[in-house]
């Protein structure tokens, strides 16, 4: 997954930004609202995680032109206002959750997972294809009485083929959704990932077949 972190303290941002890498998340970071925009305009995230006081603005400014402009991508507000009537108006603005400052990081990854599932209209972390199960909150493949683990950078590959099985999705797609502006990174990384799923699936009823001059798809075996 990737996603977009909206936050002018650096030191919170760079222990955030770590903590989600550490999960297998390709995270951007903006200080401003500005930069935010920015990035916004040539990348698409799958969450965002919005402060509120920036030096450029406000959160709920942003948060509300997002919503106007029709953009569905979740949004997670990280706010020092604990107040009932600052949380609600935050949601009425069109947040998909809060989290209150300070934090938890495992509270905040279980938010992110929520919020997240609640997006993909899951009711668990678990998805299935093809009598394969794949559980993101494990981080494990299950088939065929196998339990197979998977690293961080596999499994979020994995929930990318598992969010829509049969589709095609290029190579550049597929480094969009797992690495940040800031990791150089070629497509090559890809097939290596793909390569390692490939052998996790062995033994399983589907598999992720390439598709000539295209890309990759995860199809029945």
Known sequence: MRFLLIEDNQKLSSAVAERLHLDGHAVDCADTLNAASACIA??????????????????????????????????????????VSDRVGLLDLGADDYITKPFD????????????????????????????????????????????????RELRLMEVFFAAPGQIFSKSHLLDRLFSFAEDVSENAIEVYVGRLRKRLDGADITIETVRGLGYRMVAA
Do not use: W
Not at 69 to 82: D, E, F, G, H, M
Not at 111 to 124: K, N, W
Not at 126 to 138: E, I, Y
């Open 105 to 152: 990081f495992s509270e905040l990854e279980a938010r992110c997972r929520a919020v997240l599932r609640r997006q993909g209209g899951a009711a668990d972390n678990n998805k299935s294809f093809c009598g394969t199960v794949l559980d993101s909150a494990a981080a494990e493949l299950r088939f065929a009485d196998k339990q197979v683990s998977l690293r961080n």
């Open 42 to 83: 040539v990348a698409d995230y799958d969450l965002i995680l919005l402060d509120i006081m920036l030096p450029d603005g406000d959160g709920r400014d942003f948060l509300e032109q997002h919503r106007q402009a029709k953009n569905r991508t979740p949004i997670i507000v990280t706010t020092a206002r604990s107040a």
